[in-house]
């Protein structure tokens, strides 16, 4: 995917494997890594695996850089699958919720995102789907959280 030499594609992760470049000791501390050094930020299939992924929102807001773009995929269906735990699932309230947390520009938030006309597709599936976030970070530096004094919910179109 990032074969191009216009990109630089850094993979982490917790363990030593395939395509991991980073592998951090604590999975809440991320400080080995400089903040603002990232154009892009890419989370798939992983925030229903971290028990507090509020914690790994806020690294990955943290070391994206001033308009640089995150994509968080996350599952909004699927049965238990624990490696090693297996804490959530997401709806597109939820992928908004974790922009807003740490002041993101929302994009694009979808659960079930599909093709027009892709149910008589094989690979759709009412229950087993994912939520996706595409959001930018509109500052430099560590993340600007909302003000839980001052904040109101307020859905989403």
């Not at 996350?74 to 919720?97: K, L, Q, T, W």
Request: aromatic letters at 14%.
């Amino acid at each position: 995917m990032f074969s191009d030499s216009n990109y630089e594609y850094d993979g982490l992760d917790m363990e030593e494997g395939p395509n991991v470049d980073i592998v951090i000791e604590r999975p809440y501390d991320w400080s080995t890594i400089k903040t603002d050094s990232y154009d892009i930020v890419i989370s798939g299939q992983a925030f229903e695996h971290i028990e507090f992924f509020w914690i790994t929102m806020s690294e990955m807001t943290r070391i994206l850089k001033k308009d640089g773009l995150m994509c968080i995929i996350a599952p909004n269906g699927f049965r238990e699958h624990r490696f090693p735990v297996d804490c959530y699932r997401f709806f597109s309230d939820g992928m908004i919720a974790l922009a807003r947390y740490v002041s993101l520009e929302i994009l694009h938030a979808h659960t079930n995102c599909a093709p027009i006309n892709s149910i008589e597709k094989e690979w759709f599936s009412e229950k087993n789907a994912d939520s996706i976030l595409v959001a930018r970070k509109e500052y430099e530096g560590s993340p600007r959280f909302i003000d839980v004094k001052t904040y109101q919910c307020i859905p989403a179109n």
